[in-house]
């Protein structure tokens, strides 16, 4: 068992922590401002102060989080104040990761994290010709992000040294378990020098990661990302089904009747936003939108007023949302339902700090029945229905956007243990709806068979589809 140096930082830290305050190098700092990011995500505001010390690191986080800028950050960072001439085929950072589609969108956060750096970052994945992959080894690279099997095969034919690695990246461990690359793996990390620093990442740790981390890691720091469940059952949670059109109808009459101390809403998209702004004041109801495109000072500034409590209702997107930390919350309201159901989690999570309860009330027009199906499996419960009928099963396959309708071969299987709550919610495909017959469902039932159904985290997660069937696997859309 490897020993685990825990990095604490209270909640209201890791909330309010900036990119600043982190002290990365300034060409990075200016880098994450041009991409408009203005707060670490949790995962960023843990792991990152640790990995910049050169600590090993094991980050519980899945996809969605900011978990690759919280690897990618600390190592540009090194590379920053450190630059050396790397010599022939060697290369200084070593990311590997299951996919080639992950392995691609790694490389573009390097270049968008790292662009007013001058690095080389190489890709190096099967499927593709591998000549063209050996001359771009061949000056050597700062950082190479590869698929296991690939990287076999350079090292096969010496295309690339691995001597030189001064940090390696593995990520998605648990999905590599899934896809057999174990042995490949152990066998590259064999390769590599033994002083290194190592950033593991894995959604969840089963007994077989648990023993490839204790291998491979000198006393890890230890970081994870809140698992889900936990808020998820201390809020009372509603569902409105309702037309796309009648949505904002009813956002204001829920705001106008439920006891709002103070509300969220969320949107998925700006432009979303801005509109709900609109016609809540047109009803008379005072409200203002952080999103993107809002400047530091307004967005500082509304704010300000939600917490004083001159302001009751706030609009916000979920990348606006990161890192409000604003107790009270008394709604939530999801006048979007997000594509990512562990969003969900987070956005209502905003209503349930500081260990008190609250309200979250979504409102789902039948194209989005999918995304409620795949909430609800997230956090094995059935969300009660406050204002119209949930549609039949067979209306809501129909309205489900076509491309999103997924065979059930195509489901990963689950290799260990979620973070608590998650394991189930991906395992178990619990009938649950009126559509369905299923009535409510609680923890612990037994599942009957269900139908393949949309699942969007899963899209991030089918690594071993993705291989069978050679088709790309597409990122979630969430941000
Ligand atoms: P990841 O979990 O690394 O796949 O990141 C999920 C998405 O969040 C990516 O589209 C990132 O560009 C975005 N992202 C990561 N960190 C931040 C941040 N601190 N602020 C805004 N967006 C972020």
Redo the contacts with the bound molecule.
């Keep these: 068992m490897w020993r685990t140096a825990v990095f604490r930082l209270n909640r209201k830290n890791i909330d309010s922590m900036s990119?600043e305050s982190l002290g990365l190098a300034e060409p990075i700092a200016r880098a994450?401002a041009d991409?408009?990011?203005?707060?670490?995500?949790p995962?960023?505001s843990q792991a990152i102060p640790p990995a910049l010390q050169g600590r090993d690191l094991i980050g519980i986080?899945?996809?969605?989080?900011?978990?690759?800028?919280?690897f990618?950050l600390p190592i540009l960072n090194r590379l920053a104040l450190n630059p050396l001439r790397v010599e022939a085929k060697a290369i200084r950072v070593l990311v590997l990761t299951p996919t080639r589609e992950l392995a691609g969108?790694?490389v573009e956060?390097f270049n968008?994290y790292g662009r007013h750096l001058r690095l080389r970052v190489r890709l190096a994945i099967g499927g593709v010709p591998i000549g063209k992959q050996v001359r771009s080894l061949a000056e050597g690279a700062d950082i190479l992000v590869a698929t296991p099997g690939r990287l076999m095969d350079l090292q096969r034919s010496r295309a690339v040294r691995l001597d030189q690695v001064e940090v390696l990246v593995l990520d998605e461990a648990d999905r590599m378990l899934d896809m057999g690359f174990i042995r490949d793996i152990e066998s590259i990390v064999a390769a590599l020098p033994k002083t290194r620093q190592t950033l593991f990442f894995s959604a969840t740790m089963p007994p077989e990661i648990e023993r490839l981390a204790a291998k491979m890691l000198r006393e890890p720091v230890k970081v994870a990302v809140t698992p889900v469940a936990s808020t998820a059952e201390r809020v009372e949670q509603r569902v409105a089904h309702v037309d796309r059109g009648g949505k904002p109808g009813l956002l204001i009459e829920f705001l106008r009747k439920e006891p709002v101390d103070r509300a969220l809403v969320f949107t998925r998209t700006k432009h979303g936003a801005d509109r709900v702004v609109r016609t809540l004041e047109k009803a008379g109801i005072q409200t203002a939108a952080i999103h993107?495109n809002k400047s530091q000072g307004q967005r500082e500034r509304v704010l300000s007023e939600f917490r004083k409590g001159k302001l009751h209702v706030l609009i916000a997107t979920d990348?606006a949302a990161?890192?409000i930390d604003v107790d009270g919350v008394s709604h939530v309201f999801n006048f979007d339902l997000p594509e990512v159901p562990e969003t969900y989690v987070h956005r209502i999570g905003r209503t349930a700090r500081a260990g008190r309860d609250g309200i979250a009330i979504s409102l789902c027009s039948a194209d989005e029945l999918p995304l409620l199906d795949a909430i609800e499996k997230l956090i094995r419960v059935d969300i009660t229905t406050v204002h119209g009928e949930r549609p039949a099963k067979a209306a809501a396959k129909a309205a489900e956007p076509r491309g999103q309708q997924r065979s059930r071969g195509q489901q990963r299987s689950q290799g260990g243990q979620r973070p608590q709550g998650q394991q189930q919610a991906k395992s178990d495909n619990g009938g649950n709806g009126p559509g369905n017959g299923g009535g409510r469902r609680r923890h612990g039932e037994r599942p009957r068979y269900d139908p393949p159904r949309f699942d969007p985290l899963q899209r991030?997660r089918e690594g071993l589809a993705a291989v069978a069937f050679m088709r790309p696997t597409s990122?979630?859309g969430?941000?």
Excluded at 61 to 70: D, P
Aim: glycine share 12%.
């Design positions: 990119f994450l991409a408009k990011y203005t707060l670490p995500t995962i960023q986080a899945q996809t969605g989080t900011g978990k690759t800028a919280a990618a969108q790694i956060s968008t993107g990348i990161r890192g991030d990122r979630n969430q941000e």
